[in-house]
């Protein structure tokens, strides 16, 4: 059995087992390999593009590599108003790459989200969904630095 | 001055979360035993005179519901409950659930008693993975006692995809396919999961029932506003002073929520607007902030309360701009399964951005309301119907905001 299979059987039998699948998955790499998409569709017997228009249409999960440390900036109203953009230009200067990019050392991503359910503490970003609360631009650095 | 009233909460900072022992040492689970020694009917009745609307936005008696599965003929029924808290500034469900669990499990095993379901699934935001550990505890908890008697739960993961707070969207994807609404009827209580009666229910529904049943049901017809009984968990994002999570009855004022628990504006500015119920919720001005929060009362100034956010912005904010921002979350959260929603969100933000660019035309402002006016009547789902209320209302009662910026 392959290494995907590995993950997803557990799975198999679940009713609608498919998304928690994905879920291990992507606990496993951090995104959804490709391949495993197929392997997928073949346990739950299902076709190719069933399996990944499930993949595809969820955007907490991502098919394609990322960085080991997947940041996501919330862009929704409340962290908007309290100066996400500025979180946003600090990650990018401080990591030398856009939002929806990986570093060359394949360590950091950033992407972005959608309310994230910290809001007592905008603007949030989340590390590997892990919630960083009133984030200052000036923080940044700390807060990367602390991700080995 | 306006008092918290802590009943769905009444656990917060009391219990172990962790220690199904001190939710029971604090009255737990006494509500199951009420509810089992009573017939199915009497407890749906309860439940139904309470006055008890559910707590997601859509605002329908949860009695009445329940009463549609249980008179369902069907070899299976299922509870569900919506734990995929997305709407933008809202968090009152992470709350419940990361600091008094039992009390879901609870309510969601006297809703499968009353309808007579077996089995229970907790659909839970992908985003909070923390939360998903907290329910397993406590679910393996529950059967380790054994207090949940043949009434089974299972944790779901969602996967970051607004439209499955929509429950016929969130039965498709328990059932493992796209989260895409359902056309209606028939609706879930009569065929939802895998097509049998389907109860689906919010976080703080559920939280309510065990005291519903524990104290019964005029004690809690009697709080707060007649039509809409009980307490709101709200939670205050924006410029308020106190960004924090309240619960109060559902007679307080919006203005009592920004001034007596938000403490007011941020730095001594000036009040200019305040969006309710998340961020499909309507604009309101100053001239509103006396309405009762109650959903009658906030539907009749044409808002919501919804899932109780309240975000206010101060005199300095842009509201065309913060208007924008919006329709592009709608954009980007369409599931595209309807025209109307698929084409009325991409359309209405590219508009957006034209005017919050300075370049856009009177006639803009004209199209804009069309297009939201049809959209609200058209759209397949709530996600549609309610995606254009910011920019509507922002246009009724801000309209010189979009004036200034003509291009």
Redesign the interface.
Known sequence: MSDYAKIISPYKDL??????A??ALQNKYNYIPEDAIAVAADM?DISLSQAY??AT?????KIGPRGRYVIRIC????C???GADDVIAALEKELGISMGETTEDGKFTLEF??????????PVI?IN?QPYVNVEPEKVGEILAACK | MAEEVRIVLRNYGKIDPLNIDDYINAGGYKGLEKARSMSQEAVIEEVRKSGLRGRGGAGFNAGTKWKFSYRAVADEKYVVCNADEGEPGTYKDRIIMENDPQSVLEGMAICGYAIGSRKGYIYCRGEYPYVVDILNQAIAQAKEKGILGDFDIEVRMGAGAYVCGEESALIESIEGHRGSPRFKPPYPPAEGLWQKPTIVNNVETFANIPIIMEKGSDWYAGIGAKSYPGTKIMTLTGDVVNRTFIEIPTDVTIRQVIYDFGGGIREGKKFKAVQIGGTSGGFIPESLLDTSIDFDSMGAIGATLGSGAVFVMDETRDLVDVTERISKFFEHESCGKCAPCREGTKRMHEMMTRLNAGQGKADDLEQIEQLGSVMSRACLCGLGQAAPSPVLTTLEHFRNEYMEKLG
């Open positions: 009713p609608g087992g498919i998304i928690e994905y879920h739950f228009g499930v249409f969820y955007s907490y999960f862009e929704s109203a409340p908007h108003v309290a989200a959608e309310c994230v359910g910290q809001c007592q503490g905008t989340t969904s």
